[in-house]
């Protein structure tokens, strides 16, 4: 491997260490991440994976930061081209051995009532509920606005590199 080519690697080696990752019971939440928000804007979103690494289900019950008044678990759907959202009612489960992704356009964390500014590069806090494993305390990186997912902003791409 040249110079380049172990750079590069370093880079993203970095890159994926720089992750916040937490752990709760048989739980782990990877990557929690937000967009940032345009001034005045009231509402954000929060997005995440959530493994199951045990063997009895367990369900996101509810979210809370300083930053806001509330945090609902919604899901976002398409139906006919319509665009619809609602909250999640009693939870949102995760089976054993599965990951349930809170992305854009799908499952998310709605952060209504938004108290203060949300910036690209401004990490806030926020604690999730489970029903079994308890309470956990995380940090929401802020990507920019319109971002698609933490990766796809802040991940610096790989150069191509020939051996």
Known sequence: MNKLG???????????????????????????????????????????????????????VSASTPIAGTIGIHEMTMDNGVMKMRPVTGG????????????????????????QPINKGKPFAATLTFEKAGPVDIEFSVEAMGAASPAAAGMPEMPKVSH
């Open 6 to 60: 172990l750079a590069a690697s370093l880079v993203f080696i970095a890159g994926i260490a720089n992750a916040k990752d937490y752990k709760v019971g048989a739980l782990e939440i990877d990557s929690p991440w937000s967009r940032a928000i345009p001034k005045g804007a009231a509402v954000a979103a929060g997005y995440m994976k959530i493994r199951n690494t045990g063997t009895t289900p367990d369900r996101l």
């Open 92 to 115: 949102l489960e995760i089976e054993p051995g599965a990951t349930v992704e809170l992305k854009p356009s799908s499952f998310h964390l709605m952060i209504m009532n938004v108290k």
